[in-house]
C-alpha cells in the first residue's frame, strides 16, 4: 500500500509517518521501483501502536525504542534499557487508565444529576459543591 493508503489505516497524516521515519521511530519500507514506499499491513500496525504510544505522552525516543522491539523482535545488548522503558511505559499507561476511569465516573455522575435537575432547581442533583463555594456563597454580599 501506498503512504496515503498507511495513514488512513493508521491515523497519522503522512508527513508525521515521514517524519517518524526520518526519526527511526519506526522502521521504513521497502520502495518499489518508481521509488514509492510500499507499506504492508505489519508496517501499519508498527505506526498505530506508535500513534498510541505518542498519544499517552510516551517521549519520542522511547516509543522508537518500544515500536523498534516490537517490530524486529529483537533487542540485542539494549534489553535491560529497552525493558526498564516498556515497565515505565506500561505504569504510565495504568496511571492514565486511572484517571481516564476517574474522569468517566465523574463525568457520569455529573450527566445523570444534570438530567434529573428541573427548571426551577440551581443546584445539581446528587453533586455536592465544594467547600469554597460555600465560602464564597457566605461571604458575597446579596444584591
Known amino acids: 500500500m501506498n503512504i496515503s493508503e498507511a495513514s488512513k489505516a493508521s491515523g497519522l497524516s503522512a508527513d508525521t509517518i515521514r517524519f517518524y521515519e526520518r526519526r527511526c521511530v519506526v522502521p521504513g519500507p521497502a520502495r518499489v521501483a518508481n521509488g514509492y514506499r510500499d507499506y504492508t499491513e505489519r508496517h501499519v500496525r508498527a505506526l498505530r501502536f506508535a500513534k498510541g ?11 522508537a525504542a518500544i515500536v523498534t522491539l516490537a517490530h ?9 534499557a529497552i ?5 515505565e511505559t506500561a505504569q504510565h499507561l495504568d ?3 486511572r484517571t481516564l476511569r476517574y474522569t468517566k465516573r465523574e463525568l457520569a455522575a455529573l450527566r445523570v444529576g444534570l438530567a434529573k435537575m428541573t427548571a ?3 443546584t445539581i442533583p446528587g453533586v455536592l459543591p465544594c467547600e469554597c463555594v460555600d465560602l464564597v456563597a457566605r461571604t458575597r454580599p446579596h444584591l
Open 53 to 63: 504510544l505518542k498519544d499517552l505522552g510516551i517521549p519520542l525516543s522511547d516509543v
Open 72 to 80: 524486529d523482535g529483537t533487542c540485542g545488548e539494549l534489553r535491560g
Open 83 to 87: 525493558l526498564a522503558s516498556v515497565e
Open 95 to 97: 496511571e492514565r487508565l
Open 120 to 122: 426551577r432547581r440551581s
